[in-house]
């Protein structure tokens, strides 16, 4: 009896595996959908391609969009230009404070607005919701005036506690996790109260595990929120070893340096962490954001 060749098991394999044709519609919506995706990719594309480009290449009419070559002095200026390590360490610090402080408010607030009971319970959450309202651009200056009379800003460690006092708690975090623990059974919470838990043991050893994705979503956008100030750390620090990453980019736009490589690089150097933070932490945005939507 013959055996099979390798070609008729191929032409019987592929005789038995169906076929996946694309149909129109879905070519339309790829299209579509990769137009929609080259505004968003390519401020990112040239950020780092520019960081890279001659000067020239950067100032020709029109703009190339490839390098004619890779010229890495432009990286390395801007760390000549600023202390941009410095600035990079501050600018972490300034963010990770901020983000642990309001994540451990949030949740404390997102427990009581959700799950404890107390009188007016609603229009308490109401009030603390309207503090949305009210831009942030208003309550600056008196912020200034009170850090200012507290002697914060004679040292560096004052200058370091004056950026991140007034942002220690906010009403998205909290509005976010009390979404999310909305969802909560409260047949777990009864038979948790049965067996003796109390809040503190119930919050942080059922619910906080339980609630990872939205804490993980609120992390993310504190995180990320505090990473890209601009306004505020420019108000309050004195020079530019106590400024953050944000502020000492555009000092690379002054007179004295003028060059539109360190410009370039220099924003392509600021948005790596905020890159590496999207794409590794997207999964936990998109299930945070989504597990209190159906409340």
């Given at each position: ?57 950067l100032?020709s ?80 200056i008196?912020n ?12 560096s ?13 906010n ?19 009864d ?32 995180f ?53 933070i ?18």
């Amino acid at each position: 009896m013959a055996e099979p060749t390798s070609s008729t098991v191929d032409k019987a394999v592929d005789a038995r595996t169906p076929r996946r044709r694309i149909s129109a519609g879905k070519i339309v919506v790829y299209a579509v959908l990769i137009l929609a995706l080259i505004p968003v990719i390519f401020p990112i594309y040239y950020a780092f391609v520019g960081s890279v480009m001659p000067g020239g290449d950067l100032a020709s009419s029109p703009p190339r969009i490839f390098p004619s070559g890779f010229h890495w002095s432009n990286v390395t200026g801007v760390f000549d230009s600023i202390p941009l390590g410095r600035q990079y360490l501050n600018s972490v610090v300034q963010a990770g404070i901020i983000t642990i402080a309001q994540l451990i408010t949030s949740i404390f607030a997102a427990y009581a607005f959700a799950l404890m009971p107390m009188w007016g319970r609603r229009y308490v959450f109401g009030a603390f919701m309207a503090t949305l309202m009210v831009p942030a651009e208003s309550i600056i200056i008196p912020n200034y005036l009170h850090i200012g009379d507290w002697h914060l800003l004679t040292s560096s460690f004052g200058v370091v506690v004056g950026l991140v006092l007034p942002f220690l708690a906010n009403m998205f975090g909290t509005f976010l996790l009390r979404q999310a623990f909305l969802q909560f059974p409260s047949e777990l919470r009864d038979a948790a109260t049965v067996d003796g838990c109390g809040h503190l043991r119930f919050l942080w050893r059922i619910l906080v595990p339980l609630a990872r994705p939205s804490i993980a979503a609120a992390g993310v956008y504190i995180f990320l929120t505090a990473w890209n100030q601009y306004f505020w750390p420019l108000l309050v620090t004195r020079s530019a070893s106590q400024q953050t990453l944000q502020i000492g980019i555009t000092q690379l736009r002054n007179a004295e340096v003028g060059d539109l490589g360190l410009v370039v690089a220099g924003a392509a150097l600021s948005v790596i962490p905020t890159l590496l933070i999207v794409i590794f932490g997207q999964r936990y945005i998109v299930r945070g954001l989504t597990a209190g939507a159906v409340r």
